[in-house]
């Protein structure tokens, strides 16, 4: 299925299509910072699978964190569009600009008649957990920086897997254990 989106005034559209890469809370600087909030949810669909429907001139991509990332908006309303680490064949698309819905019932808010997530765009994770301004608890898994490398416990603390001793886990991963 494909995700529809646009900007917070309505002229810039776009169209996702393709799997899913990845449907996280990420915490990191540069999500924080360029959205002035923490964690941000992004998914991520391949660079080809995501097209402008409208308003495509009006896009406005600059760059971020020493050149590292680019992050995409609305020259007119300054809603955030995409964002990617250059290179990366892939586009973080922020959840909140989804429309759902179809209708024009609610006049100003660009037509969408509905803003809850369906249950497969509701997060898979946590990344980029070391750099979270606090705690959080939910059930979802916490990785330091992305799946696959070190999961952590809701307080950032390294998780032992199941069925494995603190200490066997800490002498395992060469580091010390503290009575």
Partial sequence: PSLKGQCHCGKVKFVASGPIR??????????????SSTPVHIVGVTTTGMSFTEGEELVKVTSGHAGIM?????SVCHCGVYQTPKGMDFRAL?????????????????????????????????????NRTFDWA???????????????NNNGTPKVPKGTSAFAHAIEKGGTFQL
């Fill in 22 to 35: 990845f449907n996280n809370l990420c915490h990191c600087r540069n999500c924080s910072r360029a959205r």
């Fill in 70 to 74: 680019e992050f995409a908006s609305c």
């Fill in 94 to 130: 922020f959840p909140s600009t989804f429309t759902f819905g179809g209708g024009e019932g609610r006049e100003g808010l660009g037509g969408d008649t509905g803003c809850k997530l369906p249950a497969h765009l509701l997060p898979a994770a946590h990344v980029n957990y070391e």
């Fill in 138 to 152: 939910d059930d979802l898994p916490k990785w330091e920086v992305w799946p696959g490398g070190k999961e952590l």
